[in-house]
């Protein structure tokens, strides 16, 4: 049998092998939890505790009325001891709630189960999602309510979630498949249930033979979802790859995956969704892989999101002496850290990648020899260099012309490039550029 | 430990493939030629291949004002090509003059690699064609290295097997269809080629042969695939990635160009091997073939 798979993509080593056979351990409560008001893609929380307020596990401490957000809760019990700007993976210092942790892991009272979960409507669903402050946990972290509101003229026919960790290095959502595939499959069939879809997959590519058995017999009896084994290739998990590779349905350009009938949910998120809706609890902790010849004893921890990273860090044997390079999430399209101070881990933190100088090289941008293999790698079947050269000259019309605007950002055109030209961050800067004129003329 | 860290956009890790590295990687395709040229035509055939190698490295050192004369191989393999298309025993200044020429006019009055427009080693071999028509097509025949001419301005049929070994005069790496398709597989082997240019050129190159050269002849159309200089031309000119499309549908666009245009110059210009010129004018035509043939983008909505 042929693997399903997408146009383009590239095959970068694996290194999963440091952790995918790690179970996932739980990581130390903070002493000081460092929960950020703003976790998410959307408006930032407001606190709805004071400083000097003592505050449970579980309860909701900040909160926005705008629909594209997500509320955020304590992950420990304690108090708290100030309301300042901490640091985030984007470089921009954010409002957050420190909160000194008692150490006694009191559960707050809304926290309470849902014994008849299985007979709630889609709206006590939903709601029940977004109280619990759920976000994609893959990373991009857009509030999880939102995704499962779709308009109401777009039915939804495919949920599809999303397992296919292409990220290299990262094993968070390996192991969650292994160690929790009754609760996925369990939260694939809330979200189909919520946005009433008939039909729905669960998408793990090759590499994860063990994942992939597990899920199969999650859902056997379940004759609406598939287990669907995808070839391994980078950036298989990306969304509009994932649904064109399953569906064959292109998301239009411009438009979300709902105008398509479908809906992605990462496997991290659904478990989340079947904790939120069974148990009660809300989003506040997740699956880290702490991993990279940077860290001393790479590994697989539960972390209660508010850990500082070098907390976590520390629980991982620390640094190596040769680090050069700390990056929230994975290689390909995670974000690299000046620093750890003051950075908590949140709720899209999928991994704490360190490497070292082996990995990291600074290479010389040479100029574009047109071999032409970012237009083969690229999944989206733009031009990454003519737009690498139209932003060089400060063409952003051109780079428009390029299709720039339609860019996933999966960094294959970067990876490839024998010129070593830095064409993601050209294409990035294109975009940030064509963005800013087009709301200058507004 | 802090202030040590590096902070840099994604993606992270890269690919170990560098310019030098897919150069390398084209000058091992292209040692099977170098040695059936050998083979072939013996001791003055390897002079000819290194004063230009030679020659083309020293040149773009000196331009670059660059130490190290191999660089990122480019010039090499400007170098190495163009002897290719030289005759058996050509006057050393003759090779030099080339040489100088394609990585001069050829590639850096454009602003050196990446930004010629035309093929720097056919650039060389254009001007020493029509500078010295007489050294240029000075042929000799294999082994006993008498003088002769190539089969496609002779009227005898060298047969098909010495066409496809290389067992026949012509320029250097032009001979032998063996040798060329070796180095082919390597590079596509190593994706530094795709199927689209060389299949194409070579496909315009026999349909033309088999159906305009004195009627219908399958035969012919394949004796002028392995004649001259068509498949050193498709594996390894007409690809060269400088100075052809980047897009599929364009790469198939030019690879037909080719081979219509060597064809056209056979069998109806005043030269008998038209590769040369062929590959030269649809370099000519790579922008705009480019932007006629972006490919569709993902979710591209009609307009």
Known sequence: MSLKTFKGGVHPGYHKSATEQKPVVPAKPPAVAIIPLSQHIGAPCEPLVAVGDEVKMGQKIGDSKGFVSAPVHASVSGKVTKIAKCNSALGRPVDAVFIENDYQDTWHESVQPH????????????????????????????????????PADQKIDYVLVNGAECEPYLTADHRAMLERPEDIVCGLK???????????????????????????????????????????????????QLIKVLTGREVPSGGLPAAVGCLVQNAGTCIAIADAVRKGLPLIERIVTITGSGIKEPQNMLVRVGTPVAEVVEQCGGFTANLRKVIIGGPMMGLAQPGVADLPVTKGTSGILCLTDKEVTIDEIHPCIRCGKCVDVCPVSIMPLFIGSSVEQGLYDRAEKYNALDCIECGCCSYICPAKRPLTQWIRMAKGEIAAKKAAAK | ?????IVSSSPHIKSPESIK?????????????????????????????LVCTLAAMLTEAIILRNKNIFGDGSAAVTGVILALTLPPNPPWWLCVVGSVAAITIGKHVFGGIGNNIF?????????????????????????????????LASSSHPGFFNLFVGAVPGSLG??????????????FYKGHI????????????????????????????????????????????????????????????????????????????????GVTFAILLMNALVPLIDNMTLPRKYGEVAK
């Open chain 1, 115 to 150: 014994p008849d979960w299985e007979n709630l409507t889609a709206d006590e669903l939903k709601k029940i999602v977004r109280e619990a402050g759920i976000v994609g946990m893959g990373g991009a972290t857009f509030p999880t309510h939102v995704k499962l509101s779709p």
């Open chain 2, 21 to 49: 590295s897919v150069m390398s990687d084209v000058l091992v395709a292209l040692f099977p030629a170098v040695l059936a040229a050998v083979i072939f035509f013996g001791l003055p055939a390897l002079i000819t291949i």
């Open chain 2, 119 to 151: 093929n720097p080693a056919l650039v060389g071999r254009a001007l020493l064609l029509v500078s010295w028509a007489g050294h240029m097509t000075n042929w000799l025949t294999p082994v006993e290295l008498t003088a002769t001419a190539t089969p």
């Open chain 2, 174 to 187: 032009e001979t032998s269809a063996l040798a060329l398709l070796l180095g082919a597989a390597w590079l």
């Open chain 1, 190 to 240: 809330l979200a189909m249930k919520i946005v009433a879809a008939p039909k729905g997959f669960i998408a793990i590519e090759d590499n994860k033979p063990d994942a992939i058995e597990a899920l199969q017999k999650a859902v056997a009896g379940e004759e609406n979802i598939e287990v669907a084994v995808l070839h391994t290739k980078y950036p298989q998990g990306a969304e509009k």
């Open chain 2, 1 to 5: 430990m802090e202030n040590k860290l």
């Open chain 2, 194 to 273: 795709s199927w689209r240019i060389p299949c194409t050129f070579l496909a315009a190159v026999f349909v033309m042969g088999s159906l305009l050269d004195g009627g219908f002849s399958l035969s012919q159309g394949l004796f002028h695939v392995l004649a001259g200089g068509v498949m050193l031309g498709a594996f390894f000119m007409a690809t060269d990635m400088v100075t052809s499309p980047v897009t599929p549908r364009g790469q198939l666009i030019f690879g037909l160009g080719c081979g219509v245009m060597t064809m056209l110059v056979r069998l109806y210009g005043a030269y008998p091997e």
